[in-house]
């Protein structure tokens, strides 16, 4: 199976410009020459020139961590694709937990998102996941339905190639809780089947599904060794160059 993981890291809203630079400075010698995976850093839009900057001609890619559906516009305070990539990066995170707790972001912005990010040739990392109580209630599978159903809609096969999902319980993220491989993979594997469903089943075989949610060096092994989880999305343990480096290369 080709689907190459991706260790993606989201910076959220941590590290100015010149902390930026100096993890990209530390980081790069402990990942140079790793090609197994895809490694990519999430900072926050002020600093993403200078990471995209200090990563030119390495094995490191980087993107912003939101992105606008509009081309322009009266939308203060957002980033548009055109921005985005006038920078130099490449992907983008979109629906985050934190998007949709804190920032009202809905599935149908989710899909207006996605249908940009693909117009742009941005890579989307669409996330998804459940909470505790719906975990709790037996409703995970109809959550990450809903929420991917939304997300897809309207998008045409031909198109969903460079779509990765990151599968992020929202019980995991930040808490210390991680999903045993085993819930992974269970979730991961309703994700492939819906994306069948909703797409069709040579997008379901070749798309990327991330796990997030406490991925840490410790655990990364057990998680990431797992041929159905095909890369993660960390956040806190990222924020370190030798932490996220050896998840990297766990
Ligand atoms: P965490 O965050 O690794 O700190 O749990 C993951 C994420 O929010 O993407």
């Not at 630079?21 to 197994?36: W, Y």
């Not at 606008?68 to 009266?74: I, R």
Request: charged share 20%; proline share 4%; net charge negative.
């Amino acid at each position: 199976m080709s689907r190459k993981p991706l260790i993606a890291a989201n910076w959220k809203m941590y590290k100015t410009p010149a902390e930026a630079k100096a993890f990209v400075d530390a980081f790069l010698p402990l990942v140079a020459g790793h090609t197994r995976d895809e490694i990519a850093l999430f900072p926050s839009v002020t600093s993403l020139a200078t990471v995209v900057e200090a990563v030119a001609g390495s094995n490191v890619l980087a993107g912003l961590q939101n992105m606008h559906y509009a081309e322009e516009g009266a939308y203060t305070g957002e980033t548009s694709a055109t921005m985005l990539k006038a920078v130099g990066a490449t992907h983008t995170l979109i629906g985050h937990s934190e998007r949709r707790q804190y920032f009202n972001e809905t599935d149908s912005i989710v899909n207006k998102k996605l249908h940009t990010a693909l117009i742009h040739g941005i890579v989307p990392i669409v996330c998804v996941g459940e909470h505790l109580h719906e975990r709790e209630a037996g409703l995970t599978g109809s959550v990450l339905l809903a929420q991917l159903k939304g997300a897809l809609a309207d998008i045409k096969p031909a198109d969903a190639s460079s779509i990765v999902i990151a599968y992020e319980p929202v019980w995991a993220i930040g808490t210390g809780k991680t999903a045993t491989p085993e819930m992974a993979i269970g979730a991961h594997m309703i994700i492939r089947a819906e994306i069948a469903n909703i797409l069709d089943s040579s997008v379901a075989r070749a798309i990327r599904i991330l796990y997030g949610g406490s991925v840490k060096p410790d655990n990364a092994t057990d998680l990431l060794d797992q041929d159905e989880i095909n890369g993660a999305l960390v956040g806190g343990a990222s924020l370190k160059p030798d932490s996220f480096a050896s998840i990297v290369k766990y």
